[in-house]
């Protein structure tokens, strides 16, 4: 099976932009989770999507936003981009529960 | 809450060497435990994980890890390290909540190894 896929693999985007990012989960993998990884902070969780509903979410602000549509795939959307949301983030794909496998991330710059 | 500590930022052995990482987690309930590893401007890879049953779990590429419920610790080792196995390490425990589950990382460990 093909892994997870994020697209694009990197991206500058100047503040107050707003941007998307797209996962697409392992083949029959219905759940779909994001982390935000950055040097001070490491690794958080942003949300997760199951069966295109949102079952968790992170402490994050009403900024970062995602879906999920009926072939899995994810988006997340990140509005009004300010200086600190640079990092690099991940897409974990599972199935309904348990081990998460990760792509390979998106690197997002803000300038 | 959830919460996972690796009191070791860095730590430096010589190839061959055997090489102990350290993790400690605060969680409720029974805990899904997990090693992950990453190289620079990579995703994170799976190299083990603990649900429940035996308690010294296998991985990949030789790693093994040991739950110990006492001491709410679930380490990372291997005998003899390789150069390839510089990276940054991450434990993490994942919870059920709510029909759905969050994974919560540790800092991360940096390892370097030395030829």
């Known amino acids: 099976k093909a892994g997870v896929t994020q697209t694009p693999r990197y991206l500058i985007k100047t503040r107050g932009q707003q941007v998307t990012l797209s996962c697409s989960p392992i083949s029959g993998h219905r759940s779909v989770s994001w982390y935000q990884q950055t040097p001070g902070q490491g690794l958080q969780f942003l949300f997760e999507?199951?069966?295109?509903?949102?079952?968790n979410k992170g402490n994050f602000p009403g900024r970062f936003s995602g879906r999920q549509f009926s072939n899995s795939r994810s988006e997340m959307n990140v509005s009004t981009l300010e200086l600190g949301d640079s990092a690099l983030y991940l897409c974990a794909s599972s199935e309904e529960a348990g081990v998460r496998f990760f792509g390979p991330g998106t690197r997002l710059t803000v300038l | 809450a959830q919460s996972v500590t690796q009191p070791d930022i860095h730590i430096t052995v010589s190839e061959g060497a055997s090489l102990e990482l350290r993790c400690n987690y605060s969680y409720g309930a029974t805990p899904y435990l997990f090693w992950y590893v990453q190289s620079p401007g990579q995703g994170l890879q799976l190299l083990l994980k603990?649900?429940?049953?035996?308690?010294l779990v296998q991985g990949i590429k030789g790693f093994e890890a040991e739950f110990k419920r006492s001491q709410s610790s679930f380490n990372l080792r291997k005998p003899s390290v390789h150069w390839s196995d510089a990276a940054e390490y991450f434990c993490a425990v994942g919870a059920l909540t709510g029909g759905g589950n969050k994974l919560t990382f540790g800092t991360g460990t940096q390892l370097k190894v030395e030829l």
């Open positions: 999507y199951f069966s295109e509903t949102q079952r």
């Open positions: 603990y649900f429940s049953g035996d308690t």
